[in-house]
């Protein structure tokens, strides 16, 4: 089992910037793919970014130029450094491992989606 717990949302102005990270623990011997989802009121659920078990990096077309991701294998933590926020951009957004790093369009995770989830943290972007 792995548990994974972000922090850093929270509100922000249009063009504003803000951090997320993720901590890891539990099963973390082995190299997963992790990456960021969001959530927005009324919609589905979304890829933003991930990295795989091989540390190749990928992005939503929404966030690219804007978000970018990193990964601190010692530490057990994910990042996502935010940056241009835009209003819709407003989103739970959620951390993830486990998972294949398969998109289709804004879906990423293939049918079964990850095997774990963190709790998600809320981020609002106001114009």
């Known amino acids: 089992q792995v548990q994974l717990v972000e922090s850093g949302g929270g509100s922000v102005r249009a063009g504003g910037s803000l951090r997320l990270s993720c901590a890891a623990s539990?099963?973390?011997?082995?190299?997963?793919?992790m990456g960021w989802f969001r959530q927005a009121p009324g919609k589905g659920r979304e890829g933003v970014a991930a990295?795989?078990?091989?540390?190749?990096?990928s992005y939503a077309d929404s966030v690219k130029g804007r978000f970018s991701i990193s990964k601190d294998s010692a530490k057990n933590t994910l990042s996502l450094q935010m940056n241009s926020l835009k209003p819709e951009d407003t989103a739970m957004y959620y951390c993830?491992?486990?998972?294949?790093?398969?998109?289709?369009?804004?879906?990423?995770?293939?049918?079964?989606?990850?095997?774990?989830w963190g709790q998600g943290t809320q981020v609002t972007v106001s114009s």
């Open positions: 990295i795989d078990d091989v540390g190749v990096i």
């Open positions: 539990g099963k973390t011997n082995r190299t997963y793919s």
């Open positions: 993830a491992a486990d998972f294949p790093v398969i998109w289709a369009g804004p879906k990423l995770g293939g049918a079964g989606g990850p095997n774990y």
